[in-house]
């Protein structure tokens, strides 16, 4: 579980910035965007086993970064 949680934490240092952005881009608000980035690392974190490793985690992470802010859109 330690090495989930620390992978999780190395993709949070390398990527959340670039998930904020586009987070604040689809939702217009910094404050969603900022709700939308800590559920997409939950739910990264709780999918971690489904990730194909070899891949880019970047393209996965943005998928689950589109799906939360859809679903934030869909409950406005």
């Given at each position: 579980?330690?090495?989930?949680a620390d992978t999780i934490?190395?993709?949070?240092?390398?990527?959340?910035?670039?998930?904020?952005?586009?987070?604040?881009?689809?939702?217009?608000?910094?404050?969603?965007?900022?709700?939308?980035?800590?559920?997409?690392?939950?739910?990264?974190?709780?999918?971690?086993?489904?990730?194909?490793y070899g891949k880019s985690?970047?393209?996965?992470?943005?998928?689950?970064?589109?799906?939360?802010?859809?679903?934030?859109?869909?409950?406005?």
């Open positions: 579980m330690k090495d989930r934490e190395v993709l949070h240092r390398k990527y959340a910035g670039v998930l904020y952005d586009k987070c604040v881009r689809l939702l217009a608000d910094r404050q969603e965007a900022e709700d939308a980035v800590q559920e997409t690392f939950v739910s990264a974190y709780q999918s971690l086993d489904q990730f194909r985690h970047l393209p996965w992470l943005f998928r689950i970064a589109t799906n939360v802010c859809l679903k934030i859109i869909r409950t406005r």
